[in-house]
């Protein structure tokens, strides 16, 4: 088996996305990191729509995913998988990044580009955690976010 096409346990969770385009980028970064599954919840676009088929570059007809009303029932099914759930979110109760020692399996749990995570799910995640940042905004593109976190996990896992 080719190691670049090896699945890693490693999920994203895409709660309320707006953008066609971030979710077809996070599809295309996604098949690049292995990802295992992704969970579309509420109104996020799937790969039916042509923004998410444009951007994903042919990605979400790799990549595997499902979609979701509630996020809570994705937290049953991660829960279920043993898979640890991280939030993340600019705060100061999130722990930093490159501090913190990824478990595996793993789901990233992204929220709303404009609004973020709501706090009920913060609070049902395992981790909260938070990209350290030198800037005033404050705040990155979450497909950005998502190739962050991503790739910071996956060299954590080879290193182990």
Same mark, same amino acid.
């Given at each position: 088996?080719?190691?670049? #096409?090896?699945?890693?346990?490693? *999920?994203?969770?895409?709660?309320?996305?707006?953008?066609? *385009?971030?979710?077809?980028?996070? *599809?295309?970064?996604?098949?690049?990191?292995?990802?295992?599954?992704i969970?579309?919840?509420?109104? #996020?676009?799937?790969?039916?729509?042509?923004g998410?088929?444009?951007t994903?570059?042919?990605?979400?007809?790799?990549?595997?995913?499902? #979609?979701?009303?509630?996020?809570?029932?994705?937290?049953?099914?991660?829960?279920?998988?043993?898979?640890?759930?991280?939030?993340?979110?600019?705060?100061?109760?999130?722990?930093?990044?490159?501090?913190?020692?990824?478990?595996?399996?793993?789901?990233?749990?992204?929220?709303?580009?404009? *609004?973020?995570?709501?706090?009920?799910?913060?609070?049902?995640?395992?981790?909260?955690?938070?990209?350290?940042?030198?800037?005033?905004?404050?705040?990155?593109?979450?497909?950005? #976010?998502?190739?962050?976190?991503?790739?910071?996990?996956?060299?954590?896992?080879?290193?182990?």
């Amino acid at each position: 088996k080719n190691p670049q #096409t090896e699945k890693q346990p490693l *999920f994203i969770v895409l709660d309320h996305l707006r953008s066609a *385009f971030n979710v077809g980028s996070i *599809f295309r970064s996604a098949e690049c990191l292995g990802v295992e599954h992704i969970y579309l919840v509420g109104y #996020t676009p799937s790969p039916e729509d042509l923004g998410v088929q444009k951007t994903s570059m042919g990605t979400s007809q790799i990549v595997s995913w499902s #979609t979701h009303d509630h996020i809570k029932d994705v937290f049953d099914i991660l829960k279920t998988k043993g898979v640890k759930s991280l939030a993340l979110e600019t705060s100061d109760e999130a722990e930093d990044l490159y501090q913190f020692d990824c478990p595996k399996p793993a789901a990233i749990i992204l929220g709303n580009e404009r *609004f973020g995570l709501e706090p009920n799910v913060i609070k049902q995640a395992d981790h909260l955690l938070q990209i350290p940042m030198l800037g005033q905004k404050n705040s990155l593109n979450v497909a950005n #976010t998502f190739g962050i976190v991503g790739f910071e996990i996956l060299r954590q896992w080879k290193t182990q």
